[in-house]
Structure formats: C-alpha cells, structure tokens
C-alpha cells in the first residue's frame, strides 16, 4: 500500500447582503458575504472536502449536515479542526494542501498570508505547505455577476 492518497474539495456559496464574509478563518471586510448555515467558509469547506476525501471518509455534508443545529451559524476553523482529527483517527495526517478562490472582488491577495497562518495549525502543517491562489471569473456566469464564491481545493495526507 503507498504510504499516502490525494483528495479534492470543491465548493460553492451564495453571497447575499447583511451577511459576514469568510474566508480560509479570515473575516474579510465586504459589502456582502457568504450564506450558508455555518459561517459558509467556502475555501475551508472546500479543503474540508479534499481531506475527508483523500482518506476516503465521505464529505463535510455527511459529517456536519445542515440539518444539525449544532453547525448553525458554526465557525468553519472547529470544522476543519474536526475532520482533522477524523483522518487522524485513521491514521492519516496532513502532508499539504492548495487551493483556488474563484471570486471577483474584494481583492483576495492582500489576506491570503493571514488566511495561510490561521489554516496552517489547524491543518498540524507548516504555512509553506498551505497553498492558496484567487482569480477572478472574468466577469462570467455567477462567479462574474458576483451571485457566488466557489473554492478548489486539493490535499495530500500520508500515513503516520
Ligand atoms: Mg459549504
């Protein structure tokens, strides 16, 4: 058996008014923000995704439904920090994890370092082994007409 799996998170938020923005544990100075029933933390929804997946222990929707009012209005960072310690009871711990934020605005670049430095001891790895990128959608579809935020992700876990 190889010593490690890959997995890939992807996910999607609705923006709305009168809501907080979210992203990777930062709260972002916005005129919307994301809807959901957590805190609706795309990217850490999204690098929840790729690390259950990698282990192959399901999704976050499995883990955490949205029918549960444990997770109303819960901070995505004690998500995260669960299914961390779901792969770990597995076995696996986590090697590294990257990730795309598709959204056209605010500006992402100017956060992604705090964004890095609250996910990197979450995640038990150094900030040089979280990976975060953002683009824009050219203006096209939801993403361009700013109805949505959507999130890659990607992770590898080895084995302890
Ligand atoms: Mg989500």
């Known amino acids: 058996m ?4 890959v ?13 907080e923005l979210w992203l990777g544990g930062v709260r972002i100075e916005h005129s919307t923000g994301l809807l959901g029933h957590s ?6 929804h999204a690098v929840c995704d790729a690390l259950l997946g990698a282990a192959a222990l ?8 949205d029918t549960d009012m444990r997770w109303k209005g819960a901070d995505s960072k004690g998500l995260l920090r669960e299914v961390v310690r779901l792969i770990g009871e597995a076995g696996w711990q986590v090697g590294n994890v990257d990730c795309t934020l598709v959204m056209e605005r605010p500006r992402i670049k100017p956060h992604i370092p705090a964004m890095r430095a609250v996910m990197a001891p979450l ?8 990976g975060i990128k953002a683009t824009t959608n050219e203006k096209l579809g939801y993403v ?12 590898l876990i080895h084995k302890r």
């Open 2 to 5: 190889i010593p490690f799996r």
């Open 7 to 19: 997995g890939l998170g992807y996910d999607v938020h609705r923006l709305a008014e009168g809501r």
């Open 39 to 44: 805190d609706a933390d795309v990217l850490l």
């Open 58 to 65: 399901g999704d976050i929707g499995h883990h955490f439904p």
């Open 123 to 130: 995640l038990g790895v150094a900030e040089d082994a979280v």
């Open 144 to 155: 361009g007409r700013e109805e949505g935020v959507c999130a890659h992700a990607v992770a």
